[in-house]
């Protein structure tokens, strides 16, 4: 029996043809900026969202981790939604690496407003930490994967432009934010500074994150980087992996989107399940019922091949990805269909 891993979309092994375009890769020392593999992702991921430079990264949080300190100082602060990632997620890596502050707004599912980011700016008064960045993170993971719109974002980028504030995107799964919006990622630079995006999730790359803004910012996020010890050298094989998941895997980010609705209707219709978030994207957050507890539930999906994540008191996650099969996803339904409470 083929294990079904639902815990995250981050789980996916490059395919034969991603595999290939790896070996095939010309590299050279990236420190140097002499990979052209490198540099032909940097351009590429840079000109899909209309951005003047990108930087390529070995994760998501170190492209995360490098926007805020480049937006910010010590005495500042960082508003973001209360279940972000660079606060949740990221080890209290603002306060390691920024010495900066955070300033938490309670969004709904992982969203926050316009209203909201301009009533949390502080007025400029010595006791408070000026207030220098909003980062958003769009698709939310603790939202259930739910998607900002395009009036909302311009909205948000209103209020920091009116306020000299910079905006960061965490996009770790941006393009299943625009897969469900209908978007173009070109839209995306009218309104923000620097966008991360991670290569390694919903796109099947095995390792890497771009981060896009303007060339200046970009050139001092590359000394950034080498600080945090994350220059490398031949890294073009890497970066072969990542422009072969932008060339090929986003059309099909709907697919994993129409998989999880599915999933999420059956879950819906079970009977130990008490409430299913709207599912906007690949992501599936259900709350199990009182009487039946996390650790018995993915037990009993274990003894029946599949893998799925405990997401918080009587929560569960599950998360759909390029290597699921329409076979594994029937299987999938049969399966969470027949536990009884
Ligand atoms: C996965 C993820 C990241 C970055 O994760 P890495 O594992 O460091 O690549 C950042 N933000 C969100 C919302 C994520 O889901």
Redesign the pocket.
Known sequence: MNLIDLR?D?VTKPSPAMLEAMFKAPVGDDVYSEDPTVLELQAYGASLFGMEAGLFC???????QIAIKLHTQPLTEVICERT???YL??VGGIAFNSAASVHLIEGVRGKITAEQVAAAINPDNIHYPVTRLVSL?N???KGGGSFYTLPEIAAISEVCKQHGLALHL?G??VFNALTASGDAPETYSRYFDTI?V?L??GLGAPVG?LLLGPKPLIEQAKRVRKALGGGWRQAGYLAAAGLYALQHNIDRLQEDHDRAAQLGAALQAAPYVTEVMPVETNIIIFTLAPEVNNDRYLEFLKENGILASSFGPKQIRMVTHLDLTQEMVARLIQVVTSFKA
């Open positions: 995250s981050t070995p994760s998501g949080t170190m492209t995360n972000s990632h660079v997620y990221e993170e698709t939310a993971n965490d770790a799964r991360s991670c390694s999730k994150s």
